[in-house]
T-cell receptor
Framework: GAVVSQHPSRVICKSGTSVKIECRSLDFQATTMFWYRQFPKQSLMLMATSNEGSKATYEQGVEKDKFLINHASLTLSTLTVTSAHPEDSSFYIC???????????FGPGTRLTVT | QKEVEQNSGPLSVPEGAIASLNCTYSDRGSQSFFWYRQYSGKSPELIMFIYSNGDKEDGRFTAQLNKASQYVSLLIRDSQPSDSATYLCAVNPNTGNQFYFGTGTSLTVIP
């Protein structure tokens, strides 16, 4: 299967700082990447969908100025959590898709803790 | 009505038994259906996808799709303790790029 990497796997930051998470498709070109958030024992929550070279489409209730998404190439998307607060602490997972009707592959996730 | 519905469980089966996981979806025009497995603290892992009505087998896993009933299921034969996880059903509707995920069914295989 296709491989998607995420970096970092864990990050601890202080309240008010910004954190960047990278998502890379290693062996395929991802026309679309997705960013999810998952709180403990809860289901996946889609935050945004990004297509290479276009602005991301954010789900209702997700602040685009707080969660900056850049999909600059067919293999890389980044999520920047700006001015992080403790309530932003969560498991952030990206996924990538090669094209329409293709399956979605998930990265290993990034556990963010904001102190 | 949710786009994709799953019984949250927990579902418990003895080792060696068949585990049956079920999923229904609301968009009749949906074309692609996926099953993911998620271990606690890990990200989801794709285990099966199915596009056509009928059964699709891959090792101990069988996905079954019935578009008329808007129903997709996953059978796990010879269940092992290592199969204990949450299983997520995902549906790609006819339009749009995103998947709709169910809330997942927690499966425990008892040794």
């Amino acid at each position: 299967g296709a491989v998607v990497s995420q970096h970092p796997s864990r990050v601890i930051c202080k309240s008010g700082t910004s954190v960047k998470i990278e998502c890379r498709s290693l062996d395929f070109q991802a026309t679309t990447m997705f960013w999810y958030r998952q709180f403990p024992k809860q289901s996946l929550m889609l935050m945004a969908t990004s297509n290479e070279g276009s602005k991301a489409t954010y789900e209702q209730g997700v602040e685009k100025d707080k969660f900056l998404i850049n999909h600059a190439s067919l293999t890389l998307s980044t999520l920047t959590v700006t001015s992080a607060h403790p309530e932003d602490s969560s498991f952030y997972i990206c996924s990538a898709r090669q094209g329409a009707r293709y399956e979605q592959y998930f990265g290993p996730g990034t556990r963010l803790t904001v102190t | 009505q949710k786009e994709v519905e799953q019984n949250s469980g927990p579902l418990s089966v003895p080792e060696g038994a068949i585990a049956s996981l079920n999923c229904t979806y609301s968009d009749r025009g949906s074309q692609s259906f996926f099953w993911y497995r998620q271990y606690s603290g890990k990200s989801p892992e794709l285990i099966m996808f199915i596009y056509s009505n009928g059964d699709k087998e891959d090792g101990r896993f069988t996905a079954q799709l019935n578009k008329a009933s808007q129903y997709v299921s996953l059978l796990i034969r010879d269940s092992q303790p290592s199969d204990s996880a949450t299983y997520l059903c995902a549906v790609n509707p006819n339009t749009g790029n995103q998947f709709y995920f169910g809330t997942g069914t927690s499966l425990t295989v008892i040794p």
